[in-house]
């Protein structure tokens, strides 16, 4: 029988390691990685399935132009010439990659070293920017850097445990498992629910706040004020390691009981039930995902989750801290090598000319971006207007997965030149490619991933590559030499491209930077092949690693100092006269974005096995729906038919559909062709949460 490999889950942030062992018969007996310290051997029903995910039935096995099958080199280099004959005629700035959380660090950093070193334009973005964009800016905001600070264990040691915009049991399971276990060990640990829907979280949850969507702003400026009032906050923490307390505190004054009880649509007496446990709990950890960061004031609200943590000094200490957790896999891999349109490499700035001229120097690349590029929504704006001329998307489905979805397919339908590398065969974005490539999947590709606890794993191959599909990493390094970059993409393998992404974290470091992973800028193929999952930072002779960041302050800042940010009302609601509900779209428990793995095991299919809308009973009785009637929701950009589920688990007026099914699976279904396309300002995340609809008995 084939060894056991160690590798890590496909899906969350939550990184799981896994246990591949291939059988005789063809199949892939999968266990949880008992030495893996994100999950301790445990695993959800996603990764438990994975075994039943790896068919090839409708894989993209061969390169193809225009429908047809033709060798890598023929492909490749037509890539490489459109690629350069548009940058040659438009400029830079008239090509873009978008990319993925699921690609692995090392295809991350060949594809934005080519995009900002060498086309010399920084339009590549990536999903990422649909998930944790706005923790991302506000991380910069406050810390000076894009820094989680803490770790899984503080979830556990916590005597608090807040969870905004968090459906951690159905989207980060097993972090759920980890904090269950803590808390029924320790039966006094505290959890409060911060949520528009009374999810399966809610199972664990002391107290549910039931906020309105976008309420989150005003509900923790409101306990900024309060901490305040209650003499909660640390003076000597605000005075030694922060700056512009006196600032945020004077706007949070606007926020007394009536304006946040107004603009969360929550009891006064549950808001002070949390501020008051709150203010008496030292040990506090905020966990929050896409409720907070999906929204027009994502930013906003992930600074005014900090605020408060500042105010009391509670962050990088054991069991405390503000805690981003990532949707995607490798969410975090991929800010760290620069994968999104307004960061450089290695945590550094997009707009630091000192930054740029270090990368440039590291890379010796002949032409770096000197501005920002496009955010994902932007630059499918771009494509459509024609600004974008040729587009290459790696391992994602824009077409069911962007904001005014049918918009996204129109673009591409026009765009003179789409490039898509995938696993798969049919997707409704590849159907709009020129030229397809066909890449390695899990359980084929070899490289790297980072958890939400800045944890970088390995992920392994343990099945040969099918046919002719290749890793990304390979793809981007072909079309370098063939655009005449090969010296400076002549990798051979991912542990090349590792060592030098370590290099370059570490190069001119100084500790100005908060990424630095240098003690593997030389690591060894066989050390590469072995590697243990291990927390960043990781600078040279760092030993042992350092846990937690913040832990005396220290911040990325100018001045070393935390910043608060001042935060205003968020003014008034998303819904109106025409279309009076707001869509909240979400996941649902055994399903990964747009189903191209979790769809071919019926196992996972059984969970949910159709599109649905939950609907408040209110709401449902005014407009005459019916449980199980299907109905069609509607928005100024598009309309989709689903089943009705009438609950009261769902807030008045808020409706939630799940973000999942697309056209293979359901053809009227596809939830993201309503959304709209407006972004946060600061982070360009699409508000995917809070998006006026109508509703109507089909
Ligand atoms: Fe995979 Fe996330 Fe489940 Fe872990 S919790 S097994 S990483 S989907």
């Known amino acids: 029988m084939a060894e056991t490999i160690r590798t890590t889950c496909a899906y969350c942030g939550v990184g799981c390691g896994v246990l591949a062992a291939p059988q005789p018969d063809g199949s892939v007996a999968i266990a949880g990685d008992p030495d893996h310290p994100a999950n301790f051997g445990r695993l959800c029903s996603k990764g438990s399935a994975l075994g039943e995910t790896l068919a090839l039935d409708d894989r993209l096995l061969h390169p193809e132009i225009g429908g047809r099958r033709v060798s890598w080199d023929d492909a490749l280099g037509t890539v490489a010439d459109r690629f350069r004959e548009t940058i040659d005629r438009y400029g830079p700035e008239s090509v873009a990659?978008?990319?993925?959380?699921?690609?692995?660090?090392?295809?991350?950093?060949?594809?934005?070293?080519?995009?900002?070193?060498?086309?010399?334009?920084?339009?590549?973005?990536?999903?990422?920017?649909?998930?944790?964009?706005?923790?991302?800016?506000?991380?910069?905001?406050?810390?000076?850097?894009?820094?989680?600070?803490?770790?899984?264990?503080?979830?556990?040691?916590?005597?608090?445990?807040?969870?905004?915009?968090?459906?951690?049991?159905?989207?980060?399971?097993?972090?759920?498992?980890?904090?269950?276990?803590?808390?029924?060990?320790r039966p006094s640990m505290k959890v409060v629910l911060i949520d528009p829907r009374r999810t399966a979280t809610a199972g664990i949850a002391d107290l549910h706040l039931a906020i309105a969507p976008d309420g989150d702003t005003a509900l923790f400026s409101g306990l900024l004020r309060h901490l305040f009032e209650a003499d909660a906050t640390d003076g000597d923490y605000i005075n030694t390691h922060t700056s512009g307390f006196d600032e945020a505190l004077a706007a949070a004054a606007c926020f007394d009981g009536a304006r946040?009880?107004?603009?969360t649509g929550l009891a006064r007496e549950d808001m002070k039930t949390f501020y008051r446990l709150f203010a008496a709990t030292e040990k506090v950890v905020t966990v929050y995902s896409q409720g907070v960061n999906q929204s027009v004031r994502g930013t906003d609200k992930v600074n005014a989750i900090i605020n408060c943590h500042l105010a009391t000094g509670r962050l990088g200490q054991p069991g405390m801290g503000p805690f981003s957790v990532t949707g995607q896999p490798n969410a975090m891999g991929g800010r760290e090598v620069g994968g999104l349109a307004n960061m450089l490499a290695a945590h550094m700035a997009l707009e630091d000319?000192?930054?740029?001229?270090?990368?440039?120097?590291?890379?010796?690349?002949?032409?770096?971006?000197?501005?920002?590029?496009?955010?994902?929504v932007e630059m499918f704006n771009a494509v459509a207007d024609g600004r974008i001329k040729a587009i290459w998307i790696m391992a994602t489905n824009p077409v069911d997965s962007l904001p005014d979805a049918d918009a996204v397919a129109q673009a591409l339908r026009d765009c003179p030149f789409v490039v898509v590398s995938d696993v798969v065969a049919k997707t409704d974005?590849?159907?709009?490619?020129?030229?397809?490539?066909?890449?390695?999947?899990?359980?084929?590709?070899?490289g790297t991933v980072t958890n939400s606890e800045r944890r970088i794993s390995r992920q392994r191959a343990f099945l040969p590559a099918p046919d002719e599909a290749r890793a990304d990493w390979w793809q981007l390094a072909e079309v370098a030499r063939r655009m005449g970059f090969g010296e400076a993409f002549a990798y051979g393998t991912a542990a090349d491209i590792f060592r030098e992404h370590a290099a370059l974290s570490a190069f001119e470091n100084d500790g100005k930077r908060d990424f630095d992973i240098g003690a593997y800028q030389d690591v060894p193929d066989a050390d590469y092949r072995d590697l243990r999952p291990f927390q960043w930072p990781q600078g040279r002779g760092a030993q042992p690693a350092q846990k937690r960041f913040f832990t005396n302050g220290g911040f990325f800042t100018a001045d070393g100092r935390a910043r608060f940010v001042a935060l205003r009302p968020s003014g008034a609601a998303m819904a109106d006269e025409a279309y009076p509900l707001t869509l909240n779209t979400g996941r649902v428990r055994?399903?990964?974005?747009?189903?191209?793995?979790?769809?071919?095991?019926?196992?996972?299919?059984?969970?949910?096995?159709?599109?649905?809308?939950?609907?408040?009973?209110?709401?449902?009785?005014?407009?005459?729906?019916?449980?199980?009637?299907?109905?069609?929701?509607?928005?100024?950009?598009?309309?989709?038919?689903?089943r009705a589920l009438v609950t009261a688990r769902q807030r008045p007026g808020s409706v939630f559909v799940p973000m999942h099914w697309t056209a293979e699976f359901a053809a009227l279904a596809r939830v993201c062709a309503l959304v709209a396309p407006v972004t946060d300002p600061l982070s360009g995340q699409p508000a995917s949460k809070n998006v006026p609809i109508r509703l109507e008995r089909f």
Request: hydrophobic fraction near 40%.
């Open 429 to 446: 974005t590849i159907r709009h490619a020129d030229v397809k490539l066909p890449s390695t999947g899990w359980g084929e590709k070899d």
């Open 353 to 376: 000319p000192g930054h740029r001229a270090l990368v440039q120097r590291f890379w010796n690349a002949p032409r770096m971006a000197d501005k920002p590029g496009l955010k994902a």
């Open 260 to 263: 946040v009880a107004a603009e």
């Open 590 to 642: 055994d399903h990964w974005h747009t189903m191209t793995r979790t769809g071919k095991s019926p196992r996972l299919s059984a969970h949910m096995a159709e599109p649905f809308a939950e609907i408040h009973p209110e709401d449902a009785a005014r407009l005459s729906i019916d449980d199980a009637d299907l109905v069609r929701v509607e928005s100024r950009h598009g309309a989709a038919v689903v």
């Open 97 to 185: 990659f978008y990319v993925s959380g699921q690609i692995l660090t090392e295809d991350y950093y060949v594809a934005n070293k080519l995009m900002k070193g060498f086309i010399g334009a920084a339009n590549i973005d990536t999903n990422s920017r649909l998930c944790m964009a706005s923790s991302v800016a506000g991380h910069k905001r406050a810390f000076g850097s894009d820094t989680v600070p803490g770790t899984y264990e503080d979830l556990e040691l916590a005597d608090l445990v807040v969870l905004a915009g968090s459906n951690l049991a159905w989207c980060h399971p097993v972090l759920y498992q980890r904090l269950a276990a803590a808390r029924e060990k």
